[in-house]
């Protein structure tokens, strides 16, 4: 299975401006705005009305309430599902986010789909290494390639860890943002999806790095759209390529914003491949400092037999 038809996401209980991301999350605003939590909720209860509506099978778990968890609404950091059973717990870098890993969550996947192995690699928090999830590593399920820009909340040697013990292909490199510092996650500059790929090349500053994503995204037939450092700071890099689940065309998902920082070439290029699907989620995005992709984690368990 090369995209997943199936995604998990997480209805927030006590979203907010999360003050021990702030350092290293320079996309994220606070928003003190009268019925925060109602305009955010409606945010997530249309993104989640959407993606059903276009045939992909969305599983909704509600937060809980305590303890107070801001950055609940973007699983994907915390945990990564594979086809072959596995299901990897990941080290999270903002002490207030490591509750986010709730073991209800997973008895919830494991009523469902087989989790046949549960890797918890979340101990390395503890020497102050940490990997998030899907927000780190990009993965190319087809040809068994993982994409990582290092960062604070990427660690090179948990990130190869991770590509051995899935069999992927590792590529690291740094990417940093107009005012130089790191990208605190790689799906904020990058998306592989089927045919296609979104990077921000200008952010890769060394060139045998950046030639090293060319040369492997070109080697694995991906059409490559490069995108500015103003468009990743309008969360154009933050997509994800999904499936219906009863077949057809793939799905590209992304936030409207980032929709409308696409100039139409871009976007031709894109719908080449998949349809585009925009989710409206500008609360969500200016106090979260993440984007569509991030709310999304991608169910890829076999399901257990009737």
């Not at 915390?78 to 299901?87: E, I, M, V």
């Not at 990582?148 to 990427?154: D, K």
Request: glycine share 6%.
């Amino acid at each position: 299975m090369s995209l997943a038809n199936t995604v998990l996401m997480a209805r927030p209980a006590s979203f907010g401006f999360n003050t021990e991301t702030a350092d290293s999350n320079r996309y994220q605003r606070q928003l003190t705005a009268a019925g925060l939590t109602a305009q955010v909720l409606a945010e997530f209860d249309a993104a989640v009305a959407t993606l059903r509506g276009r045939g992909v099978r969305v599983q909704v778990f509600d937060d809980a309430p305590e303890p107070a968890k801001p950055d609940a609404v973007f699983p994907n950091n915390w945990f990564s599902t594979h086809a072959d059973g596995q299901l990897l717990l990941y080290p999270m870098c903002a002490p207030n986010r490591r509750s986010e890993r709730q073991p209800e969550l997973i008895a919830a996947l494991a009523r469902e789909f087989d989790v046949r192995e549960v890797v918890d690699l979340s101990g390395t928090e503890q020497e102050n290494r940490f990997l998030e999830g899907t927000g780190s590593i990009i993965f190319d399920h087809v040809h068994r390639v993982a994409y990582a820009g290092l960062s604070p909340r990427t660690d090179a040697a948990l990130f190869e860890q991770v590509a051995e013990q899935l069999g992927y292909r590792p590529v690291a490199f740094r990417a940093t943002d107009a005012q130089g510092q790191e990208i605190y996650h790689t799906n904020v500059m990058m998306c592989v999806g089927p045919g296609v790929a979104v990077v921000c090349l200008s952010s890769i500053a060394d060139a045998t790095e950046q030639a090293a994503v060319v040369a492997s995204l070109t080697a694995t037939g991906h059409e490559i759209v490069d995108i500015s450092q103003e468009q990743v700071g309008r969360f154009a890099g933050n997509m994800l390529a999904l499936e219906p689940a009863a077949g057809g065309q793939p799905l590209l998902v992304m936030s409207q914003q980032a929709h409308d920082a696409l100039t139409p070439t871009q976007r031709q290029t894109l719908e080449r491949h998949a349809a585009l699907v925009p989710l409206a989620i500008p609360t969500i995005e200016t106090v979260g400092g993440g984007s569509a992709r991030c709310m999304l984690a991608e169910v890829f368990l076999p399901t257990k037999p009737a």
